[in-house]
Every structure is written in structure tokens, then in C-alpha cells.
């Protein structure tokens, strides 16, 4: 139990005020080799580390204890981490041996999910970003009427390479941007609401102090790193975002100067890039499978890159893809070029394997982090550029010229490296071996003399046996005792006098000479002299490489552009991608194929797309058939011609898109009060309102997720408002076949279906209009051939048998497909004798089925499409057989004729309890035909 504050030890004291100076972080302790932690803390990280808690008792106390070694550090950071905990690091900031009484510790660097700067808990391949968000007044779209007093700023810094970015708009679409980079960790300004569960995405909302918001503070921790920050940044939210997020940055890292890497704020513009928010990116498995564990995703099929600077810079052009026509024909003009020159390609792209982390080296090297072999492999690094730029030599397109010209090749910081830094270093930098000979006076004399003294005492035992005549004598070394004669007993009466007795053993004696004493003092201090002498010039070295900094990162940028350049040729080499034409008035894409998919499948169909006919397609067709790939692979070919990379198709002809929504797929938002239906609609409001002509826009089963009849509606009204008032490039897939006739109704809508082979008494044919009668009794194969023209049927039984749904239940299903279809007869079920008056539940059903054989097979009925005569007289017969309107008024004659009364007696006559839904559709056709006879 812990004494009172002022009973406590002076290490405990010590460990308290770093707590309390760091109230929301847990405090790791240095206590020699271990990172200590006690009390509450201790029992946190002997729970969430898996670690043996302890206890530590003293004169005030006994209280819990729990460390982690220092040298394996990192993967129990990480799982603090992954727990939620920001941990403060208290290093000894002195020398234990030097101390006098207690040491002193520090807090030098405060981990958190978004300024980990460790190798061992970045991902090698993805940028870890840490993001501010100040926010605005909530608009639907951006545009001039965004001001600077009401626009919300999303300011981002990846701690790990010094990138620094800000951007500003309205509140709504700098939301959509938080979601689309999903930064670890989130600070807000104290004006801000955020609600970590509504997220699309884990990180760590951080309520950073007020001050670091306010635009006085802001500017003042933005002046070290921006000369005029109004001249660079556009609004007061975009400073007050840039300002707390180096403040804080700044605070973990070790305050003022341990982001001096940082040396650029870039502003980017959000109207400058195609719109992609978190649902689309999802949609589309840009950088997640629906499937984890067993899909791949766009990143994953186009990453052919050869670094990691590379890696990290594909997947920024995949988020933020260009709406430049200009700017995406220069990059399609690079890799076009690449493509044709495959032995340029490929010799850059060998070379490039070679190019380590630049851009996190950098960021190292000016954080006075980076060791002797981070310096190395920069020089490595630097070895290529001169390689990779002599493959560009003959380079014509724009791009490829103007990296050429980017590529520094930074002669002398290779150089200095290379001179100063052995080629195999020692992982630490303390314990000499780091620096090359002949680099350094001062050292070189120093090894010098520790060299000569090391010489002298191995020529020692060969001269000390020959004075004494000791066959057996030997010189040694070790940490305790230092050098020393070793002879053994039998011997011992031949010792000179001139030895002293250093150590005894069992069974021989450890002596030294005066002039061995001389001599070890001599090399020892050499020794220590060097490896303090080398630390400060390695220091030196590493600083003046930091003074290239810049330069470094420009390079890096320049690299990771090229590599993925470069990837994106070698995709189309091998899959056989074609170069888009961009600036098209309507999209047309031949024989195009999904990028992921077609690589998991041994033999995919391409299918292509025209919409000169119309902006809007009704897809329609069986289920499985590939409607929601089709559609998917549509919106991926467009995203990736607008990254620059080539397309997976024969030809493509694309509009520059703005925006590519897409409402596929069911989910819910428990957490958030949303159900499957409501999740869907209000994706649905998103895309109506924020969506233009140069959008493309994906709905899949609008409406499903409700009645029929109001599922069917909200289709239909949503076709029609994206045709009337959106004008946007429109695919919507649907099972309800009653809106293919808006194909004839409106002028700009059109529509296309899956194909399928059905199979049955001996032949097979394909068809796109086969009803369901065809279907029911043959065996289908979805061909994922898109034709023009309606989808008559969707096979949904046919796609329960193939799930492996149990043969009765197929059959049944059958049957009342069979039931539903005009002209036939319901069949009884086979355990029960047929009934001549169907039971409640039974005529319920069967005009549910009926309804729904009308949504799907859009066939005409006696209830579609004929005329009022009859209906005109079905309100009521009297007993005199008048006959009066439904709006009560009198008929324009006394009376129905001979022939319409005959009708109306046999309508009369007809027994409707034993008739069920379809005889009844069938009598009232015929009566209708009769009358119109």
C-alpha cells in the first residue's frame, strides 16, 4: 500500500509527477533495461500486454509493478495502442553512472496511433495519418457560397514522413474527406461535434487543448514552418486546423524543432480531384475486400510497384483521382510511352527495387533518429538515381521528362556517406566500428594508438615465454580484471619478480607487469576516446545530411511518382489494358472487364456499355448473373482512367466524372438507430441531392427493402428524378421488370439484360426473354452476357436450386411460380387432397404471388391497359337490374343492352369463393373481350 506523497521514494516521486504532467497517457518508466510500470498502470499493462505483474516493496510500501523490455518494445506498444492508450515514454535522460543519486528521466516522446514514428508499428505500405477538423456550417454542396466564416478545414500530417496537408470546404464534404483518409487519430476544436461511433472508420478522437485552435496560437506555431501563413492558406479554419495539429505533433514528438522535417504545408483544393466518399470506396473494394481474408482489392491488383514510397503514392492517386483532362492525358502519355519501351520499363522498375523508405529515412535522418545503416541505405538509395535517370534518357512524354529533370541525384550527400560511414555498420552508434578510417584526423590517431597498444600486448605472450621459459603462460582479457598473465600452478616458481598477483584460480595464478598496467590504461582510454569521437562526428555527419532534407523529399516524391507510373505499365503489359479516351461526351467502354474479378476467375466475360442511347440503363436479369459486377467494373474503369492508369477493355471512350456514387449492397446501422431500409435510403437522399450530369451514379434494388408496391414507387420516382432533374450517367439494376417500360417513356433511359442458356428436352438455347414457364422445368446457365433490351424473368428459383436449397422446397417454389403464370392451374400439394375452397392463408398467397409475377414478368392481365365499360357498371346492380356509375351519377341510358346484361348475369352467377385469383383474372378477360365484341 502506497505511503502519503511526501513518504515516497525519490523514483516514485519521479514516476508521479511525469503521471500527473501527462494525465492522458500511461507513463512508461526507464528503469535499466525495462520500461516500468506501477500501481494502477502496472495492473493496465500486465492485463492489456500479457505480462507478469509484480510488486515492488520499499520502505513507504509494497505496490504493483509490470515492465517491458526496452529492445522488444514495439509489439507491446502496439497492443497498448490497439487498446485505445496513448503512452508517454520516460527515457533516462543521463547517465546512470555518471548520476549522482537518482537519474534523470524525461518523457521524449508520447505515442498515439497517429505520430507512431517506430518501423515496427508503421505499415510499410500505407501512410499513418494524423488529422485536425475544425468545423463549419453544414451545406449540401460546395461552391461560392462556402465563405471563410463558414468553411470547416480537415487538416492531416503523416508524423512518419513530414507530409502536411490541408484543405477546406463545406462541413459536409470535409466530413466525406475525413472518412475517405481515415486518419489513426482525430483532434477537434472544442466547436466541433464529432461522434466517434457515427465514423465509418476506427481511430482515436482527441479533445486537444482550446488553445492550440485559437488563430493567435495557431499562427504562432505555423510561423515556424510557413514565412507567411495567410498567403498560404486560404481561411482562418485551414490555419486553425495546420496550427493545433503541429502544436500537438510538436508536444509528442519532444516540443519545439522535432518536427523541423516538416518543411511544407501543401493546400489542396477538394474541387480539384473526383469525389469519392467512404461508401463509394467500400462499394468499389478500392482498399478493403467485402471479403477479408479471401479477396483481393483494386490496391491489391494494381500494385506492382517496386518501393514503398511507390506503394503509398498508388494509393493516394486510387483515393484522389485527377478531374484535369490535361493533367490525366500527361499520365496516361507516360505510361503509354512505358508500355511501348519495355526494356526502359523494366529496367526502371528493377532499379527502383532497389530505392529504400526515402521519404521515412529522411524524416529519421532530420529527427536525429536514423543510425549508421539508415545512413547506408539512403546512400543506396542515391547509388540508382543516376542509373534511373540514364534509362530516361530518350523519355518524349511530358511526365516522364519532367521527373528525369526531378531526379536529384545529391552527389555530394551520397558521397559524404559513403566516405564517412563503413559499408557494414554496427546497429549501434555508441560502440564505434561506425566510422570510416581516414575520414577523421583526430580518430584515426586515437585507433591509432589504442591499434599500437593492442599490438603490443599480442606480442606479449610470445615474449613473455621466452624470458621465463613458461610453455603454458598466456595473455588475456576480460571485462572484470582487464589484461592479465596467466600461469599455472606447476609454473608458478618460474614467475619473475616483476609480476603482481592479479586474481587467483583453482588451479593457476593471473598476474600483470608495470608496463601491462601502462599499457591496458593506454588502450582502454584509446578506446573510449574513439567511440566517444565517433558518436560526435557520426552526429555531425547525420546533421549535415539533414541539411538536404528538402532535397531528399523531392526526390522521394519524384520516385514514388515514376514507380507508379511504371506499375501502372507493367499492369497493362500483362492484363492487357487499353489507353482511355478521355473527354468523351458519353461514356462507351467495349469489351471491358472488372480489374479484380476477371483475376480470381478462370475465364470471365467482358461485357461493354454505350450510352449514346440514353444517360439512364435499367439493368435487368437473373440473379447471379453479374449485374452488381457489371456495374462495379463500370465505375472502375472510369476511377482508374482517371487515376492515369490504362483500363481493363478493348476501347474506351470516358467523360471526365465529377463524383461516382453508388448505393449496392444491404447493411444496417444498428448502432446508429438506421435499419437495412433506412441505411438505404438515406444513401439514396446523398446521391439525389449532391449529384450532377458529370456524375456517374451505380443503384442496385432501389426499394427492396420494403412492400412491393412502395419498393416498386420509390424505383420508379428515383428513375425518373435521375432523368428528369440529375442528368447523371445513371446504371440501375433492378428485379422489378415494370420499370423497363420507362425505357418508351422517357427519352434519355434505355435498357439492358444478363443473357442466360436454359437447357431441356434435349436442346440448349440461349435466351433473353424466356418466361418463367421456359424456365421452370429446364436447367439454366447465366451466361454474364449483357444484351440491349429487357430481362423478362429472374430465375430466382432456378437460383435457390443452384444454392442447394432441398428439392421439395424447389419444386413447391415451382409450382407456384406455375400457379402464377396466366393460363395455368394451381396445383394441390402432394400430401394434401385438393380443396375446392381455398383456405385464407391460400388466397393471400396466391394474390401476393399474382402481384408480384405482375412486377416481374410485366405481362398484360385483364387488369392492365383495357377500358372502363365494365368497371362502370360493377358498383352495384339493383334488383331491377339498373345498373349505376361508381361516382353514383345515372347512366347516360336507362339501362345496360341485351348483350351487357347477359355479361352482367353471368358475372353475377359467378361463385367466387371456389374461384381462385387467376380463374377469376381469366373470367373477367373474357367478359371484357365479350363486351368489347
Known amino acids: 500500500m502506497l505511503a502519503r506523497r511526501e513518504e515516497l521514494t525519490p523514483m516514485l516521486s519521479q514516476y508521479l509527477d511525469l503521471c500527473v504532467a501527462h494525465p492522458d497517457a500511461l507513463v512508461l518508466f526507464q528503469v535499466g533495461d525495462f520500461y516500468e510500470a506501477f500501481c494502477e498502470a502496472a495492473e493496465t499493462v500486465a ?70 514514428v517506430d518501423d515496427e508499428l508503421l505499415d510499410r505500405a500505407s501512410a499513418t495519418y494524423l488529422g485536425a477538423f475544425v468545423g463549419g456550417e453544414s451545406r449540401g454542396e460546395d461552391g461560392p457560397e462556402t465563405t471563410d466564416s463558414d468553411a470547416a478545414a480537415l487538416a492531416t500530417l503523416d508524423v512518419s514522413t513530414g507530409e502536411c496537408q490541408v484543405t477546406s470546404a463545406s462541413d459536409d464534404r470535409i466530413r466525406d474527406e475525413l472518412e475517405r483518409l481515415a486518419p489513426a487519430e482525430l483532434l477537434v476544436s472544442p466547436t466541433t461535434d464529432v461522434d466517434p461511433a457515427a465514423l465509418g472508420f476506427e481511430t482515436m478522437v482527441t479533445d486537444h487543448e482550446a488553445a492550440a485552435f485559437d488563430l493567435d496560437g495557431a499562427d504562432e506555431t505555423l510561423s515556424a514552418y510557413v514565412a507567411e501563413p495567410t498567403a498560404v492558406l486560404d481561411s482562418t479554419a485551414e490555419r486553425r486546423a495546420v496550427g493545433a495539429l503541429l502544436a500537438y505533433a510538436e508536444y509528442t514528438q519532444g516540443g519545439d524543432g522535432a518536427l523541423s522535417y516538416v518543411s511544407r504545408v501543401r493546400r489542396y483544393d477538394l474541387r480539384r480531384s473526383l469525389r469519392l466518399d467512404a461508401n463509394a470506396m467500400r462499394s468499389l473494394e ?122 536529384d541525384e545529391l552527389r555530394e550527400v551520397r558521397d559524404l556517406i559513403d566516405r564517412a560511414i563503413v559499408s557494414d555498420p554496427p546497429q549501434e552508434i555508441t560502440e564505434g566500428g561506425v566510422i570510416r578510417e581516414g575520414f577523421d584526423d583526430e580518430l584515426d590517431e586515437i585507433r591509432a594508438t589504442e591499434r599500437d597498444g593492442r599490438d603490443w600486448v599480442s606480442a606479449l605472450e610470445e615474449r613473455e615465454r621466452e624470458r621465463t621459459g613458461i610453455d603454458s603462460l598466456e595473455v588475456g582479457y576480460n571485462q572484470v580484471h582487464g589484461y592479465y598473465i596467466e600461469v599455472t600452478n606447476p609454473n608458478l616458481d618460474r614467475v619473475p619478480d616483476d609480476y603482481t598477483r592479479r586474481q587467483t584460480l583453482k588451479n593457476a595464478e593471473r598476474f600483470y607487469t608495470p608496463e601491462l598496467k601502462r599499457r591496458e590504461d593506454e588502450i582502454l582510454s584509446a578506446a573510449e576516446r574513439a567511440d566517444a569521437l565517433e558518436y560526435e562526428v557520426f552526429c555531425e555527419v547525420r546533421a549535415r545530411v539533414a541539411e538536404a532534407t528538402d532535397r531528399l523529399q523531392s526526390l522521394a516524391e519524384a520516385l514514388a511518382r515514376l514507380d507508379v507510373l511504371a506499375a501502372f505499365a507493367a499492369v497493362a ?43 439512364v440503363a435499367v439493368v435487368t436479369g437473373p440473379n447471379m448473373s453479374g449485374k452488381s459486377t457489371y456495374m462495379r467494373q463500370v465505375a472502375l474503369i472510369a476511377l482508374l482512367a482517371q487515376a492515369g492508369s490504362f483500363v481493363p477493355a478493348t476501347s474506351a471512350e470516358l467523360p471526365v466524372l465529377d463524383r461516382i456514387f453508388t448505393r449496392v449492397g444491404a447493411s444496417d446501422d444498428i448502432a446508429g438507430g438506421q435499419s437495412t431500409f433506412m441505411r438505404e435510403m438515406s444513401e439514396l437522399t446523398d446521391i439525389l441531392h449532391d449529384a450532377t450530369e458529370d456524375s456517374l451514379v451505380l443503384l442496385d434494388e432501389v426499394g427492396r427493402g420494403t412492400s412491393t408496391a412502395d419498393g416498386l414507387a420509390i424505383a420508379r420516382a428515383t428513375t425518373e428524378f435521375v432523368h428528369d432533374e440529375v442528368g447523371a450517367t445513371t446504371l440501375f439494376a433492378t428485379h422489378y421488370h415494370d420499370l423497363t417500360g420507362l425505357a418508351e417513356e422517357l427519352p434519355n433511359a434505355f435498357n439492358l439484360h444478363f443473357t442466360v442458356s436454359k437447357r431441356g428436352e434435349g436442346r440448349e438455347s440461349a435466351t433473353a426473354d424466356a418466361g418463367p414457364d421456359s424456365a421452370t422445368d429446364s436447367d439454366v446457365t447465366f451466361l454474364h452476357r449483357v444484351a440491349e433490351g429487357p430481362s423478362s424473368s429472374s430465375y430466382g428459383v432456378e437460383v435457390a436450386k443452384l444454392a442447394g436449397v432441398p428439392d421439395r422446397v424447389v419444386e413447391r417454389a415451382r409450382a407456384y411460380v406455375r400457379e402464377s403464370s396466366p393460363g395455368s392451374q394451381p396445383e394441390p400439394r402432394e400430401s394434401e387432397p385438393p380443396s375446392a375452397l381455398p383456405t385464407e392463408a391460400e388466397s393471400t398467397r396466391a394474390e401476393s404471388t399474382e402481384a408480384e409475377s405482375t412486377e416481374v414478368h410485366a405481362t398484360d392481365t385483364a387488369s392492365n391497359g383495357r377500358d372502363d365499360t365494365l368497371a362502370a357498371y360493377v358498383d352495384g346492380i339493383d334488383e331491377s337490374g339498373d345498373a349505376r356509375r361508381r361516382d353514383g351519377t345515372d347512366s347516360e341510358r336507362a339501362g345496360p343492352t341485351d348483350a351487357e346484361r347477359a355479361v352482367l348475369e353471368e358475372l353475377r352467377d359467378v361463385d367466387v369463393a371456389r374461384t381462385t385469383p387467376l380463374e377469376a383474372l381469366n373470367t373477367l378477360e373474357d367478359l371484357r373481350r365479350r363486351l368489347d365484341e
Open 47 to 116: 492485463r492489456v500486454c500479457e505480462v507478469t505483474l509484480t510488486q515492488r516493496e520499499d520502505s513507504t510500501g509494497t505496490y504493483p509493478m509490470a515492465g517491458i523490455p526496452i529492445d522488444n518494445a514495439a509489439s507491446y506498444l502496439q497492443s497498448l495502442l490497439d487498446a485505445d492508450f496513448r503512452v508517454a515514454i520516460a527515457d533516462q535522460v543521463e547517465d546512470a553512472e555518471e548520476a549522482s543519486g537518482l537519474v534523470d528521466r524525461a518523457v521524449t516522446n508520447v505515442v498515439t496511433p497517429g505520430t507512431v
Open 286 to 407: 478500392l482498399f478493403e475486400s467485402r471479403h477479408p481474408g479471401r479477396g483481393e482489392t483494386l490496391l491489391d491488383t494494381l500494385d506492382r510497384t517496386a518501393c514503398a514510397p511507390g506503394r503509398r503514392k498508388l494509393e493516394t492517386w486510387l483515393r484522389r483521382p485527377l478531374i484535369d483532362r490535361g493533367e490525366i492525358e500527361r499520365r496516361h502519355d507516360a505510361v503509354g510511352e512505358l508500355l511501348d519501351r519495355p526494356l526502359a520499363r523494366e529496367t526502371v522498375r528493377d532499379h527502383l527495387a532497389g530505392v529504400y523508405d526515402l521519404e521515412r529515412l529522411a524524416a529519421r535522418v532530420s529527427r536525429e533518429r536514423a543510425n549508421a545503416r539508415d545512413l547506408r541505405s539512403l546512400q543506396a538509395t542515391l547509388d540508382v538515381v543516376p542509373e534511373i535517370k540514364a534509362a530516361l534518357d530518350e523519355a518524349e512524354s511530358a511526365a516522364l521528362c519532367d521527373l528525369r529533370e526531378s531526379l
Open 573 to 615: 503489359a500483362s492484363e492487357h489494358y487499353a489507353r482511355p479516351e478521355m473527354g468523351a461526351e458519353t461514356l462507351r467502354i467495349e469489351e471491358g472487364r472488372h480489374p479484380v474479378v476477371e483475376r480470381t476467375q478462370a475465364e470471365f466475360v467482358p461485357n461493354g456499355v454505350d450510352f449514346s442511347a440514353g444517360h
